[in-house]
């Protein structure tokens, strides 16, 4: 198991927006996140700023990021959510929340 | 359990020590941790800002807490971290790391 923390910008105007759209995620979306060998997903907000944690199981996150991007329902859901966000300018290229490194962990 | 985001600022020349600083934090720190009832600890870094994400089982945050914070070993350490750290003006009063809002959980 790897654990992945990412972050992204919130457009300020979009708050309550994007909490509102997050209390009620789509089954189908979540179906796709376990499909995807990810688990035990939380997205803490603090201001404008998100912070994403989880935990990936598989062999292959590239493969497994791009059968998510693949599924519709997934499409559907980003169309939402993607123009509430702002991308940083520290995101790897291609992708669209910034990675950060693992610095400490303890279980 | 509970689940807890927190964010902090680094000094922008701190980075590699608190890096090098966390890559063997001290046994008896992570013991204390532990006896806190805080488990599944990671944190993340991009650039100079700091992501803490935890887990806790037990009934009184505040109570342990205040445990953590009574510890002579956890003292000695926090005096090494604190001044790489720069609180941000959005933390609780009498905390050091700002509190995030749990927006979304999916296990």
Known sequence: MRR?????????????EYDRLHAAVWPEVLATIARCNIS??????LGATLFAYFEYSGTDFGHDMARMAADPKTQAWW???EP???P???????EW?????EVFHTD
Chains 1, 2 share one sequence.
């Open 79 to 81: 169309r939402l959510t």
């Open 40 to 45: 035990n997903y939380t997205i803490f907000r």
């Open 88 to 94: 940083r300018p520290d995101r790897v290229a291609g």
């Open 4 to 16: 992945y923390g990412q972050m992204i910008d919130l457009r300020p105007d979009a708050l309550d």
């Open 84 to 86: 509430l966000q702002i």
């Open 97 to 101: 929340w910034s990675r950060m490194t």
